[in-house]
């Protein structure tokens, strides 16, 4: 088991980028994928983006081409970039890693509000 810590989340204008990290507390070698997921107000917990053990980032629609997820192996980090954020990205933000084998490990959440 890894223990995650997200951060990086806030208050941001739309139109406006915010910067999430997650950070593992070991290096992580024995994953499938990494990602984030999203939870806003009253609605269930969405996926974001992944990113698999060789490198290849998803994005669900929505975020193509204004979000990016990427990691950095030697910090045990993984991030996620968002840019051009509209109110709809108001959400809890939650980071992941799925085992080949074995229960998920979750972080805590970051909340983002995007909001003028």
């Known amino acids: 088991q890894v223990q995650l810590v997200e951060s990086g989340g806030g208050l941001v204008q739309p139109g406006g980028s915010l910067r999430l990290s997650c950070a593992a507390s070991r290096t992580i070698f024995d994953f499938d994928t990494m990602g984030w997921y999203r939870r806003a107000p009253g609605k269930q917990r969405d996926l974001v983006a992944f990113i698999s053990r060789g490198g290849t980032a998803t994005y669900v629609d929505p975020v193509k081409g204004r979000f990016t997820i990427s990691r950095d192996n030697g910090k045990s980090t993984l991030y996620l970039q968002m840019n051009s954020l509209k109110p709809e990205a108001t959400a809890v933000y939650y980071c992941?890693?799925?085992?080949?084998?074995?229960?998920?490990?979750w972080g805590q959440g970051t909340q983002v509000t995007v909001s003028s």
């Open positions: 992941y890693v799925r085992y080949r084998s074995g229960p998920d490990d």
